[in-house]
């Protein structure tokens, strides 16, 4: 142990973790008495410490002035015992003996904050500051560090004492493995479990097994941490690795509890018929007899039946019987090339004039080893890449390609799948992805192959050459994007995006945690959309008054009371209460998409609609679709190549609920699909309180992610979805293991989840009823990697090439490829709002100030304090700054305009604003 630090060091020391608790004050010290000193410094601390406390029991009725006069004085004798003796024997019994002194007086809090002075007081001893922080700690803390749950004030002493404690050993000051060091680390780890801060509770697990290694009551500490994050699937693993001796009666009645609650898995679409054919079918000379393939295809191609794998996964009987027939040899499918070419011929002639995408995605699903189908598809593909529907054109492609065997419709069909890969969007990463992907697209292809290209033959290389060029030309100015911290703010109408009077059945512990009351923003094309169930208002450069503004119903207009829903039977006292979440519109071509329109209690979202972008006219909406009759939409719309998906469920509810995905014509809203997913219970289980109504996440889910032709739904029930977005067919279902709702509704329901990010053939999942992140095979559907506790409330979004996420008051960036973290930033005033990835920066809004990160790195480029208007409740990047709401951007009460009739005219520009605005703000 080094009995001084330097001086440097030491003011290190005495600042870190100073903000805990009020800095002590310096004590006046009066003249000090003569010490009279004995033949040793313990011995001269007891005696002189003695007469001085005898010396001012007079003052005994004066607490206050008796401790700051005794204190004063002790630190004087102090001082001057360790100048006279600073090294010798008996040093530690000394230190002892003035620890135990100092925290005798003033009771419990006065003997904390003693202790603390007295640590502050000589801040290079060592010795001293490690048996006052260790006393501190235990003092604070208990036997067990119980009081970090019973007592703010006790978890605060400890964050202080664990913090100096683990401070000193990592400078080398005392031995890391020293016994009061873990038991800073046990304290450290008692106090992030209180405060729900999982992840970093994690990491307090992994350093103290790396300094002092592994240990059952350690395992069981891990356990705990678990249970609190609602993954009882890993505390169940964990206590079976003791084997047939657990180690405590109630680990093993926790153990029978937590063995009779196994998760029951999702329920997937099946149909037995087809599942009995499928067994016929292999085991026919494994899937060569051509009439019974014929008779699987056709039964098969609408997509109804859906088969499971030994490891819980699922997919089509389609895509089984498809891969199977890949699977053999070019001799062994020839005869089935000729049946279905010659039997497709009638309908592909039927469906050739209009060129009907439904309709050709139907025959190939029944035809699709027929050379003519593979040439209408070529055609078409064709034609939909010219307007710009890059995603079904690539998925097209690659179907020809793994299917065709004529040279020249593989040809077109290769060209075409290289120029449908240039065309998809780098998400905002640059040109690095797209390009990455051409060349891995290129790879096997002879570069002087010489293929077809703008009406003439070019060689693969130099084809490829033209088209990274482009790639690095269109992916430049996304790269090179640098955000300002100039922060322009939105005045809101005088209507809230949100109406939580309204959620009468979800808890109020829940509702006052929401993140975003004041609704998204999100800026796109020259316009800021501001979103939320009952506001979507749209602006262009003036940010103090929208261009135009929506409320899906007359604000006068009376809901159903709670008494009226609960006498009506709809609501069961003991139905689901929604968890508010995510609320997005997508905006594309100049339109607005967006979830529309409340059911009778003001809670859920009732259909679709889409507005004009310019002029705030409705084109249309679901509420006179029959085809959209007693359905719901349960996410964010996602808006790719004229289409729009979104998952969906029924207009009633039930211990168990389906959900499908749906696909809308975005021109005109008419339904082209919908296909059922799954089914699974609608709630989060909660153990504690079975009294207490449960909670849903699933009515306010995150948009499905459109990406190479295929659509990605984290569904919030249990398991992910991939289906081709041309007919919707389910290509792989993965189940995951939910979270239980562990104790605050609140902590449990702040994740809002996100959309799956799909990079680097990964898709990395965030599902509102999950606790951590995952990560799939975007091919296969197969669990690639996991990271469990992470805090993963809300994803911010790719940047640099990680995925950047948010919680628990800090920002990592994960590595999509393995999931390992790349950074780790905390923001110890808490973050106010969802930061935004802008380029390769992300910009984040705390309590105190507005920062810059750089997104490689998660170093701080750039602060700024807010101004006057506070944090930032909701961020967008827009021309190399940033909009954002906060709490004066609510627009003060006034008379508020008639809202726009239904279809036709918008209200003029501004007229949603009745008072006159002041200009937008800026911070």
């Not at 016994?179 to 405060?195: D, G, I, N, S, Y």
């Not at 179907?399 to 240039?422: F, I, K, N, S, Y």
């Not at 450069?541 to 006068?556: E, K, T």
């Not at 640099?800 to 780790?824: F, H, M, Q």
Request: aromatic share 8%; with cysteine; charged share 20%.
């Amino acid at each position: 142990m080094k009995p001084w630090l330097p001086a440097a060091l030491a003011a290190a020391l005495l600042i870190w973790g100073g903000g805990a608790v009020a800095p002590a004050r310096s004590a006046a010290a009066p003249a000090a008495p003569a010490i009279e000193w004995q033949e040793s410094a313990e011995a001269t601390w007891e005696v002189n410490a003695a007469r001085f406390l005898s010396d001012l029991a007079p003052l005994v009725d004066q607490p206050a002035r008796h401790d700051r006069e005794l204190f004063a004085r002790w630190t004087a004798l102090a001082r001057a015992i360790f100048e006279k003796h600073p090294e010798g024997e008996g040093r530690t019994a000394l230190d002892r003996k003035m620890v135990a002194d100092f925290a005798a007086m003033g009771g419990e809090a006065g003997g904390r904050m003693h202790l603390r002075q007295l640590v502050e007081a000589f801040p290079g001893r060592v010795g001293l500051a490690l048996e006052a922080l260790d006393a501190l700690l235990r003092r604070a803390g208990g036997t067990e560090f119980e009081g970090a749950r019973g007592s703010p004030d006790a978890a605060e002493w400890m964050e202080y004492a664990s913090g100096r404690l683990i401070a000193l050993a990592q400078a080398g000051a005392v031995p890391e493995a020293h016994p009061a060091v873990e038991r800073a680390w046990k304290a450290r780890l008692a106090v992030r479990m209180a405060e729900r801060r999982f992840w970093d509770a994690a990491g307090v697990i992994a350093a103290i097994r790396a300094i002092f290694g592994d240990s059952p009551s350690l395992r069981l500490q891990e356990a705990e941490l678990h249970l609190a994050a609602g993954r009882y699937d890993d505390v169940l693993r964990i206590y079976q690795e003791f084997g047939h001796k657990p180690p405590s009666e109630s680990v093993y009645s926790r153990m029978k509890s937590l063995s009779k609650l196994s998760e029951t898995p999702p329920d997937f679409p099946r149909d037995l018929g087809l599942e009995m054919k499928w067994l016929a079918l292999v085991g026919r000379a494994g899937g060569t007899d051509t009439a019974a393939v014929q008779a699987f295809l056709d039964d098969s191609a609408a997509g109804s039946g859906v088969m499971r794998h030994e490891d819980g996964r699922a997919a089509s009987a389609w895509e089984l019987a498809d891969a199977l027939l890949a699977s053999q040899g070019a001799a062994a499918i020839a005869p089935l090339r000729a049946s279905q070419a010659r039997e497709c011929e009638e309908a592909l002639a039927r469906a050739r004039p209009g060129a009907d995408p439904q309709t050709l995605f139907a025959l190939y699903r029944r035809f699709p080893w027929s050379a003519p189908v593979h040439e209408a598809l070529v055609d078409a593909a064709e034609t939909w890449l010219r307007r710009g529907w890059s995603g079904l054109a690539l998925r097209t492609f690659q179907d020809v390609l793994l299917h065709a065997e004529g040279t020249e419709t593989r040809a077109r069909a290769q060209v075409g799948l290289w120029v449908a890969t240039a065309c998809q969007p780098a998400g905002g990463a640059g040109a690095a992805p797209v390009a990455a992907a051409l060349r891995a697209a290129f790879a096997g292809v002879p570069a002087d192959e010489q293929l077809p290209w703008m009406g003439g033959r070019q060689t693969a290389s130099a084809i490829q050459k033209r088209l990274l060029e482009s790639a690095a030309d269109d992916g430049a100015p996304a790269a090179a994007t640098a955000v300002k911290l100039g922060v322009e703010l939105v005045r809101l109408p005088p209507v809230p995006p949100w109406d939580f009077s309204l959620f009468f059945r979800t808890p109020e512990e829940l509702l006052r945690t929401f993140p975003s009351p004041l609704g998204s923003i999100q800026a796109c094309g020259g316009m800021v959309v501001v979103g939320g169930p009952n506001l979507l208002a749209c602006y262009g450069q003036d940010l103090a008054r929208p261009l135009w503004m929506r409320s899906p119903l007359p604000l006068d207009r009376p809901r159903r009371t709670r008494a009226e829903e609960e006498r009506g039977g709809r609501w069961s006292r003991y139905a689901p209460a929604p968890a508010p979440g995510p609320f997005v519109p997508a905006v594309a071509g100049g339109r607005v998409f967006s979830r529309w329109g409340m059911d009778a209690s003001g809670q859920y979202l009732r259909g679709l609609v889409a507005i004009d972008g310019g002029s705030g006219r409705i084109l249309w909406s679901t509420d006179d679709d029959r085809a959209w009759a007693e359905t719901w939409p349960v996410s964010d719309p996602a808006a790719a190549d004229g289409r729009l998906y979104v998952l969906t469920m029924q207009e009633k509810f039930g211990p168990m609920m389906p959900i499908a995905l749906a696909c809308l014509d975005a021109e005109d809203g008419r339904l082209l699909w919908q296909h059922p997913l799954g089914t699974h219970s609608l709630a989060a289980t909660r153990v504690e309180d079975r009294r207490e109504r449960p909670v849903e996440p699933v009515h306010y889910g995150n948009a499905v992610t459109v990406s190479g032709g295929a659509v990605y739904a984290v569904t919030n029930l249990g398991f992910v979805a991939r289906c081709d977005a041309r007919d919707g067919m389910i290509e792989w279902l993965s189940p995951y293991a939910r979270a239980y709702v562990s104790g605050s509704h609140a902590a449990a329901m702040r994740r809002q989840g996100a959309s799956p990010a799909v990079a680097g053939g990964r898709v990395v999942c965030m599902p509102r009823d999950y606790a951590g992140v995952f990560a799939l095979d975007a091919a296969t559907g197969r669990p690639a990697w996991q990271v469990p506790l992470a805090p993963a409330e809300e994803a911010v979004g790719m940047a640099a090439g990680a995925l950047v996420i948010k919680g628990e008051g800090r920002l990592v960036a994960l590595d999509p490829a393995s999931g390992s973290v790349l950074w780790d930033r905390a923001a110890p005033e808490g973050l106010s709002a969802r930061p935004v990835a802008a380029g390769n920066f992300v910009v984040a809004s705390t309590t105190r100030r507005l920062l810059r990160l750089d997104a490689v790195s998660g170093e701080i480029v750039e602060e700024k304090p807010h101004g006057a208007a506070g944090p930032l409740m909701a961020l967008a990047a827009r021309d190399g700054g940033i909009v954002g709401l906060c709490g004066s951007s609510a627009a003060a009460p006034a008379p508020a305009p008639a809202p726009a009739p239904a279809s036709g005219t918008a209200p003029a520009p501004g007229a949603a604003a009745a008072a006159p605005a002041p200009a937008a703000g800026s911070s």
